[in-house]
């Protein structure tokens, strides 16, 4: 098959996706917002034009649609999804798709993933929580994560619950990292709540930080592998030490030092927490922070733009820590739905959000819309298996509660390792080696040959070429194919040259190798 895709090759690349154009460009821009423009866009807007730096047109319904939902749900719109969202000729059209995906149980799986990146929830080493532990962890960050927690409460059980890894899933927030007491812990704290590197404080600030995290102690049990956590229970005396922002603090003899510094952290008057959760959401929607990157907040690393993050903090507090209003602050912003083709070359615009930034999709996420297109399924496997995890053959990518447990795929596309929580350990860059994968394996050469639903698009369609490729696309790329893209699609259909089930299967085959299949645009 790979001989038959040779001349395809050209078309496979030529995407345009991140040339820079003056004019709009069909499908991929429109001319109108569908959106009004929101304070969160006039901040933008004005920082663009005082840099010199012409923003981008409005994205199409096409390049939205699939956008929203890999963004939300972290799968691309079936065909019947996307033509259901063109129909619909309401102007509010895109904001009631944007709800109707944060209430979708994929919206849980898929941001339980992101947090779970985050929370390094991993079994074996160098994180070493433990199979039972990790099912425990992951389903109660899913529970949170679906049930719309508010972020605060959910920060504050995980820094002050005590107990059982296996019975208070959250105290495994203070177990997974690499090492035990105060540094390891006080270092993970920052990182996670504050976007913060600990690295980067002054040495009389990581200390008052390690004396708050000073009394946390570890048991084990008669269960295997079970441990609790808790307050060592030897008698001390009263703490005194230095909070984050410089002052003083005294923690009186028998109270949990750790209460004190939340009761410090979720202060709505404390903008620490506020602004590394808006800071990161953000990142988690345009792969990049106001401040980047998003766990580096420091003062010497301003934001680009200064005033979305004080906005995004102030709504964030009084919402009540509400991730999912956050969410919808953001998805339903100008900002957000701009074009993915920037028309200004100036060095600043990246950073400074003037087009929706191109990027490759995470591992997981290609991986389960190769799937989901495909109709196929996928094995995954531990290298230590301890105990055994079997994985049904339907679970999705993104489910995978254990990083330890992967893919030959996954690792070739960058999925994170969790030994950190640092946003570098995921890689979504395209290598030599995942082109050739793409391009050349076997594993996509049967999904697409052995696909049930690529099949039904010919037996239902086998009589007119044009309506075939019109599936194809909408099912591949969420959109109908341009007239050239038609043209030259229905003559390999009708060369002759294979049969129509292989001709269909190569044009699958292409367009999954195409920039537009591959990333987030």
Known sequence: MEAILRPLLPWIVAVPLISAAPERIPPYETKDFSVARSPLDRIVFQAQREA????????????????VYLDVIGLPPTAAEAREFFRNRR?????????QLLDRPEYADF???????????????PINLWPNAVQSYQKWIHDCVRDNVPYDRMARQMITSSGSNFRVPQVNFLRAMQGRGPRPLSSAVALTMMGSRIETWPADRRAGMEALFSRITWKPTAEWKEEIVCLDPTPAGPLETILPDGRTIKVPPGDDP?????????????????????????????????VHEPDDIRPDNPPSIPGVLELLENDFV?????????LRTILNS?????????????????????SYPVRRLEAEVLLDSICTLTGTKEGYDSPIPEPFTYIPPSARSVNLADASITSPFLEMFGRSSRDTGRVMERSNTISDAQCLHLLNSSQIQQKIEKSWRLKQILQKKRRDPSDIVDDLWMA???RRPTAAEEGDAIAYLEGGEVPLKQAADDLVWALLNSKEFLHRH
């Open 318 to 326: 009084r919402s009540g820590y509400d991730m999912k209003e956050l």
């Open 111 to 125: 941001w339980t993933m992101r947090w779970c990146d985050l929370l390094r929830v991993k079994s074996e080493f």
């Open 52 to 67: 010199g730096i012409e923003t981008a047109a409005p994205c199409s319904d096409e390049v939205f649609v699939r956008r």
């Open 334 to 354: 100008q900002v957000y739905q701009l074009s993915p083709i920037p028309r200004s070359q100036d060095p600043r615009a990246a950073s400074m959000f003037a």
């Open 258 to 290: 750790r209460t004190a510094f939340a009761d410090w952290l979720l202060a709505s008057e404390n903008r620490w927490f506020a602004r590394a959760a808006v800071n990161r959401h953000w990142a988690w929607v345009f792969g990049r922070g106001i």
């Open 91 to 99: 102007r509010d059209k895109r904001s009631e798709l944007i709800d």
């Open 476 to 478: 591949v790329l969420s």
